[in-house]
Structure formats: structure tokens, C-alpha cells
């Protein structure tokens, strides 16, 4: 019990992240009872929404993407209280126009900034395991401002919350009282971000204070209760986050539901339930949903005085186990289900970077997460860059030195089995005769890969070997195997990019003036729209090429060269159809 009670700890993004998830979570508690009995829920989700044109500024701009949230949101409330103050509006329509015109003009602004759609995922779902000191100190600051005013205006607030007309009869400001109310329910907005961002903020900001409502009968002890609620569960969403593995802020927001649930059950069966009781419930809950994690961590543990190694993507995994035979122990960051260009780093994958000897990156930018993970998580290994010195095919996509895809070209390929081989003699120089060995045994594999992909594919008559995917990937593939590229479905070498109406009416035209006959789609990818394309353009779909992971345990393509082999049979089927 102690031991899993204690485990999450050890971690120092967890412990952040702990931290974080408490302050926010009682500041929202607080907050949010304000906000349910003036009736403003649809406040805390306008300002979430809107504050995301200040984070794309901000980021345009080079200045702290906090300073850009709290800038949109003081335009929101000042904005709302100004349009709320007309007689012929309400607070209601106020929110109506603002929300969808500057979410609108945010998203716009995305759509033209290739750069900042990682970042936008931190804004949309949260990113509380990468919690910074920075981070934390907003959130301390937010919550002694929120003190401050709560002791100075708390009893105007709560009257003008219940009963504005006799707050105007006694002569409060009460346009004053309502921008402080907003302010600091702005500020809890942004703070709350980075925790459960801004799809789940809404469930933060007023699952605690509706669970308190069915508790309390008085204004304060709601907010205490409410604030105890938020505080409790996100101490239980984060252990949840950590054995189960899913992500922190959906994590928050599920046992908050959970535990409004248990409430109101049981304040229907019983007719009234005391606050107590639900701290014994949350620890049962809390206890329930562990008991159902698993025990088994991601990360292999080190065995035997054998070398650490974390490694990025799937075929870099595989390269170190090639290459590092028995000497290593190879623990992977990504998996078959995991998409590299959007990747949310773990509590797992921190720890496993701490201990690591050796951490060994694709580079080129697919796998740019690494500089913030191993920056929160600390530790000292070498890292090894496995594209390093090799060209790289040019791509006009911004944030990328080059097409990332490196190891769909065989060449391309033994030159980072050689940088790997490299990095692991630089950290374990006794075992540099076995990575040397073990590199050309693995190289000789790799060469007799291509030949056969080359005897595969070359049984097809060039004018047919035309490939269209769904995002460019294969590059470097159709280089080393005389493929033509028509097109991809999605303009970018990453997954992360949409497409337009126009781009989409493009790709059909040149599908039907090529000849393709085959739209080919990716493992882990939605192929809905390249069937909506197919359709329309005559061709068929073939589901399931090996672009940026390898294939699950059981599926006969675990290694690079298996993928490899699969993804040139697939398309010589397709391009003989």
C-alpha cells in the first residue's frame, strides 16, 4: 500500500505536476462555486477558448506563452463586462459573439503557423507533466491574489453573486466587483491550462463545486468543500494517470466526474451525505481505479550491469537491440500505437531518461519532444542522434532541417545503425569490438533487404509504380526503389497537418491524370478521408503501411527490416492491380 502510495513521488515531473494539480485544483473549486451561482459556466469555457489567440501571439511573437493567456483573457473579461453592461445584451451574448470570433481568429492563425501545432495540443488537452517552476509560481501567485481579494471583497462578491439588485441598492460598485470576479476567474482559466487544458477545463472549473452544492447548504463551506473536491481529485486523477497511463488532465477530470456521481447517488438514496463521507468514498475509488492499472511499468528495467538505453522511435529500438546485442538493455519511449510527430511523454518515460546511459534520438526534428522531456526530467546520459551527418531530403515544411523519414532509404539506414553503434562504443567503450561486429552483421541484413524489396518492386512496370500515401513519409523509400511520389493527402511530413477542399480537388485531378489506382494509408491512421478521396477519384484504399512505427508484438513486422519487406509486397500487390 505505502509502496504504490510513494512510488509517483519519486518522479520530479510527477512531483511538479502533484503541486500544480493541487493548487489548481483548489483554486478552480473556489472559483467555480462563484461561477455556478452567478450562472456564468459558459464564462470559464469562452475564456479557455478565446485565451488561445493570446498563446498563437505570443508564440509568434517570441514572449511567454502564459503572457499571451493572460493578455487575451483580461480582453475577454474587459470585453464581456462592457457588452454586458448594455441593457439590450446580456453576460450570455456577450460571451456568444467573443468566443467564436477570437477562437476563430486563433485558429486562423494556427492554420498559417506550421510551427506552433505541437504546442497547440499542450493548449487543447494539457501538459501538467511538463509543469516548470515557472509554472508553479503562476499558479501560487493566482491563488494568493485569489486570498488577497476573497478577504478584502469576499462578502460583496458572494452578495452580488446571489442578489445583484440589492447589491446596487446598497450602493456597491457592482460593475467594479463584477471585473474583479471575472479577472480572477480568468486568471484560474489560464493557470488551469496547463493541467487539464482547454477541452476538459470546463469539468475542473465546475464538477467540484457541483459536487459541493449537493453537500452544502451555505455559500463558504460549498467553496471549502468544493475546494477540497478539486484538490482531492487531482491528487487521485494524477496516481490514476501514473498506473494506468493515461493522460494527466483526463485522468483529473474523470475522477471528478466519478466522484460527483458517487454523490449524487447517494445523497438520492440516503436524502443527505456528510463531506466526510466523501473522502472515504474518493480513497475507495481511488483504490479501485489502481487496483486496476497495471503493474508493469513501461520501462525495461536494467539487468545484469547491462548498458541503459532509451530510444525514441520504433526502428531506432530496434537498432540498439541489433546493434547492442546482450551488452544493452533497450527501453522504448514510442510503440506501435503512438504517433512520433504528436507524442505526450510519460512519467515512465522521464524516469527512463533519468536512469538512462545512453538516450538515442531520430533527430531532425520528428522527435522534438525529447529536448522538453529530458529537460524536466534531468539526468546526464549522452544522447545520440542517429541522423546525424546524413542528407536529408528537402522539405518546405517549417520546424524541419529536412524529411525526417531517414530509414526508408537502406543506405540512409546503415548510416544511423553506424551512429548508434557509435554512441554506444562512446558510453561503453569495452564493448566497442561487439557494436562493430554487430553493426556490419546487421548491415550485410540490410543490404540483402533492398535487394529483394528492389527484385519485388522491379517485377512491376515503372509507369504503374506510383505511390500516394498519407502524409510524406516514403521519400526516401521511393528514392531507393525508383517510386514515383504523386501526392499525399496531407501537405507535410507529418501527421499533425490538415488539408483544405482546394489541396484535396488538387490531389484527386492529378490521382486520375497519373493513372494511381491505389491511395495507400498508414498504421494507426483514420483512413476516412483517403476513402472519401478514393471514392471519388475511382481508385481503391490499402490500409496498413509501416510509415513512422513498426507492427505490434504478432504482427510479423516488429523489426525494421520485417516493415520494410511488408510495406514492398503491399505495394507491388497494389501497383499489379
Not at 35 to 57: D, K, N, P, Q, S
Request: hydrophobic residues 50%; charged residues 20%; negative net charge.
Amino acid at each position: 500500500m505505502l509502496d504504490w502510495l510513494a512510488d509517483p513521488w519519486t518522479s520530479g515531473l510527477m512531483r511538479r505536476a502533484f503541486f500544480e494539480a493541487m493548487l489548481v485544483g483548489g483554486l478552480c473549486g473556489v472559483l467555480g462555486c462563484f461561477v455556478l451561482v452567478r450562472g456564468l459556466a459558459f464564462l470559464g469555457e469562452a475564456i479557455a477558448h478565446t485565451v488561445i489567440l493570446g498563446v498563437v501571439l505570443a508564440f509568434l511573437v517570441g514572449l511567454p506563452v502564459a503572457a499571451g493567456a493572460v493578455a487575451l483573457a483580461a480582453v475577454t473579461v474587459l470585453l464581456t463586462s462592457a457588452i454586458g453592461d448594455d441593457r439590450r445584451f446580456s453576460v450570455d451574448t456577450a460571451i456568444g459573439v467573443l468566443l467564436p470570433s477570437l477562437f476563430g481568429a486563433g485558429v486562423a492563425l494556427i492554420a498559417l503557423s506550421d510551427g506552433y501545432r505541437q504546442s497547440l495540443d499542450d493548449v487543447l488537452f494539457g501538459a501538467i507533466l511538463a509543469t516548470t517552476e515557472t509554472d508553479l509560481a503562476l499558479a501560487a501567485a493566482a491563488c494568493a491574489l485569489t486570498a488577497v481579494v476573497l478577504a478584502l471583497a469576499g462578502k460583496e462578491l458572494v452578495l452580488v453573486a446571489f442578489d445583484r439588485a440589492v447589491a446596487q441598492a446598497m450602493g456597491y460598485r457592482t460593475r467594479l466587483l463584477d471585473v474583479l470576479l471575472l479577472g480572477i476567474v480568468a486568471l484560474a482559466v489560464v493557470v488551469a491550462l496547463r493541467a487539464v487544458g482547454n477541452v476538459l477545463l470546463a469539468g475542473l472549473l465546475l464538477g467540484p463545486p457541483v459536487t459541493a452544492r449537493l453537500l452544502c447548504k451555505t455559500f463558504w463551506p460549498m467553496a471549502a468543500c468544493a475546494a477540497g473536491v478539486g484538490v482531492a481529485a487531482s491528487i487521485a486523477g494524477l496516481y490514476l494517470s501514473w498506473y494506468v497511463e493515461v493522460g494527466g488532465g483526463a485522468a483529473i477530470v474523470l475522477v471528478v466526474a466519478v466522484m460527483f456521481a458517487a454523490v449524487a447517488i447517494g445523497v438520492r438514496l440516503t436524502g443527505a451525505l456528510r463531506p466526510s463521507v466523501v473522502g472515504v468514498g474518493l480513497v475507495l475509488i481511488t483504490g479501485a481505479l489502481v487496483g486496476c492499472g497495471s503493474d508493469d511499468s513501461g520501462v525495461a528495467s536494467r539487468g545484469g550491469g547491462r548498458v541503459a538505453v532509451v530510444a525514441t522511435t520504433m526502428q531506432l529500438q530496434d537498432f540498439a537491440r541489433q546493434v547492442g546485442g546482450g551488452r544493452v538493455e533497450v527501453a522504448g519511449i514510442l510503440g506501435p500505437d503512438d504517433e512520433p510527430h504528436e507524442y505526450d511523454p510519460t512519467p515512465d518515460d522521464a524516469d527512463a531518461v533519468s536512469d538512462a546511459d545512453v538516450v538515442v534520438e531520430n533527430g531532425a526534428n520528428l522527435d522534438g519532444w525529447l529536448d522538453d522531456l529530458l529537460a524536466n526530467a534531468g539526468g546526464e546520459a549522452p544522447r545520440v542522434t542517429a541522423t546525424e551527418g546524413i542528407d536529408l531530403l528537402s522539405t518546405d515544411e517549417e520546424g524541419f532541417p529536412g524529411d525526417p523519414h531517414v530509414w526508408h532509404d537502406p543506405g540512409a539506414a546503415k548510416a544511423m545503425v553506424d551512429n548508434v553503434a557509435a554512441g554506444l562504443a562512446e558510453a561503453d567503450p569495452d564493448g566497442r569490438a561487439t557494436y562493430e561486429r554487430n553493426a556490419e552483421t546487421y548491415k550485410r541484413r540490410l543490404d540483402a533487404m533492398a535487394r529483394q524489396i528492389r527484385t519485388e518492386l522491379g517485377s512491376v512496370p515503372a509507369a504503374r509504380r506510383k505511390l500516394v500515401t498519407t502524409h510524406d513519409a516514403f521519400g526516401y523509400f521511393g528514392r531507393a526503389y525508383d517510386i514515383d511520389i504523386v501526392g499525399t493527402v496531407l501537405p507535410s511530413v507529418t501527421t499533425e497537418a490538415e488539408t483544405s477542399a482546394r489541396r484535396v480537388r488538387e490531389l484527386i485531378d492529378t490521382i486520375e491524370r497519373e493513372g494511381v489506382t491505389v491511395i495507400f494509408t498508414e498504421q494507426g491512421v483514420d483512413p476516412k478521408l483517403e476513402r472519401q478521396i478514393a471514392d471519388e477519384a475511382g481508385v481503391e484504399v490499402e490500409t496498413g503501411l509501416y510509415a513512422d512505427v513498426l507492427g505490434p508484438e504478432g504482427s510479423g513486422a516488429e523489426e525494421l527490416i520485417d516493415a520494410e519487406l511488408a510495406n514492398a509486397r503491399a505495394m507491388a500487390a497494389a501497383f499489379r492491380r
